[in-house]
C-alpha cells in the first residue's frame, strides 16, 4: 500500500473515531430522555447522568476529528492520481 493511502486510511480511522465517541455520547443522551421521561424526578436524573456523560468524553474530542478530517483534505484522493 502507497504511503499516502496509509495516511489517508490512518486519518480517517481517527476521523471516524472521534466521531463515534461523540456519537456514542449523544445517544446516550437521546436514550436517557427518552426512557425517563419528563417528571421532576427523571429531569434531576437526566442532569446528573448527563453530567456523567460529559465526563465520559475525551477533552479535544471534537478537536481531534476536525484535525483529521483536515488531514484528510490535505492528503486528497489517492484513487485519482
Known sequence: MESRQKAFLGSLELMQESL???????????????????????????????????????????????KAHAELLEIGRFWRD
Do not use: C, I, K
Open 20 to 66: 463515534g465517541e461523540l456519537n456514542d455520547v449523544e445517544t446516550a443522551r437521546d436514550l436517557l430522555a427518552n426512557l425517563l421521561g419528563a417528571d421532576a424526578g427523571s429531569v434531576e436524573t437526566m442532569q446528573y447522568a448527563q453530567r456523567r456523560l460529559e465526563n465520559t468524553v475525551p477533552p479535544g474530542q471534537l478537536d481531534a476529528a476536525q
